[in-house]
């Protein structure tokens, strides 16, 4: 069965500043990964996905993820944050049973201060 | 370019009440989700349809029924509204390619009071 488990539920940084937002996943397949972002009263966004092509996805609005097998983790970063970024943000995986099941994880919260 | 459009926005009920929860697209997507989203819980799924005229349970189908109605159209409904089913509910949908994104609807706030 497949899990995700984001390890932090909210994370505090200063505008410009970087970013980490931790992620670990487990899957008995081989897995696609997706970042999504929720805005205050909106639906979810895809920031970015990893779907074997390449270990590092670059995604919107200058977000990065890098795809580590031997650690099953997920983290996503930016270099240097602004108060736009101030969101939800989740991490999903996704195996292809027959059916693409997606299981998202609890979320984190990203503040930014000025 | 409306993509998914999800009605209404907010909505309360007394317990023992029924409502559907409407939800329609435009993007010609086959497949068809709902979620509900609880604080710290992330979003779980309630039940999807892969394709017009089939629908299956998803996580926590308890309290609620689905109908596709055509391609375009999933509705979500509670039969007795129970204290417990206050939530933001989400519509999502999926063109079938493996590894695509999920497109959102922007939520239905409901309190069942």
């Known amino acids: 069965a497949q899990s995700v488990t984001q390890l932090d539920s909210h994370v505090s940084v200063s505008e410009g500043t970087p970013v980490l937002l931790r992620c670990n996943y487990s899957s008995s397949y081989s897995p696609s990964l997706f970042w999504y972002v929720q805005h205050p009263n909106k639906g979810l966004q895809l920031l970015l996905k990893y779907t074997s092509a390449a270990t590092l996805v670059k995604g919107i609005n200058g977000f990065e993820a890098e795809f580590k097998k031997s650690e099953t983790s997920f983290h996503l970063t930016k270099p240097s944050a602004h108060m736009s970024d101030a969101a939800e943000y989740f991490c999903?995986?996704?195996?292809?049973?027959?059916?693409?099941?997606?299981?998202f994880g609890t979320g984190t919260r990203l503040l930014v201060s000025p | 370019n409306a993509g998914v459009t999800q009605t209404p926005k907010f909505q309360v009920l007394k317990t023992g009440q029924s409502m559907t929860l409407q939800c329609a697209q435009d993007m010609n997507h086959n497949s068809m989700y709902w979620y509900r989203q609880d604080p710290g819980m992330g979003l779980r799924l309630i039940y999807y349809s892969a394709s017009e005229g089939t629908t299956d349970k998803g996580e926590v189908p308890n309290g609620y029924n689905v109908s596709r109605l055509n391609k375009r159209e999933f509705s979500l409904r509670l039969e007795s509204a129970a204290p417990s089913q206050t939530s933001v509910y989400f519509c999502a949908t999926l063109d079938g390619v493996f590894n695509s994104p999920l497109h959102f609807g922007n939520g239905t706030r409901l309190t069942v009071t």
């Open positions: 999903v995986v996704s195996e292809d049973t027959g059916f693409q099941k997606l299981v």
